[in-house]
């Protein structure tokens, strides 16, 4: 069964950081492209980051650029996001996506459609 897990959501003070995991299960990670994907309440899913499963590339949105960073872990089969300088407005639930089929680059990464996979979020509050 493929399963992705998110870990590593809290309450955190505007400024502050977080790592936020995503481990895979009946998936080896590697061979697909790995999306970060957030969704606020009221508000559409956001895809923030993407990491290709070529090379390891990397692509941002402009909200996060700069202080996110995507990375993976092939040994462990984990992905991650690194998240500095929080604001309020990060405040979401946060979500790590597979590809739709392996050694595929989705051009659109930011487009949920081209994730066949997903964690279930992970909650992360920016908040004084």
């Known amino acids: 069964q493929v399963q992705l897990v998110e870990s590593g959501g809290a309450r955190v003070q505007p400024g502050g950081s977080l790592r936020l995991s995503c481990k895979g299960s009946g998936l080896t990670l590697e061979y697909y492209a790995i999306g970060w994907f957030r969704q606020a309440p009221g508000k559409e899913r956001e895809g923030i980051a993407c990491?290709?499963?070529?090379?390891?590339?990397?692509y941002y949105a402009d909200s996060v650029q700069g202080r996110f960073t995507i990375s993976r872990d092939r040994a462990k089969n984990m992905m991650y996001l690194q998240m500095n300088s929080l604001k309020p407005d990060d405040t979401a639930v946060y979500y790590c996506?597979?590809?739709?089929?392996?050694?595929?680059?989705?051009?659109?990464?930011?487009?949920?459609?081209?994730?066949?996979?997903w964690g279930r979020g992970a909650q992360v509050t920016v908040s004084s």
């Open positions: 990491i290709s499963s070529s090379d390891d590339s990397t």
């Open positions: 996506a597979a590809s739709v089929a392996a050694e595929y680059f989705p051009g659109a990464w930011w487009r949920s459609d081209n994730y066949g996979n």
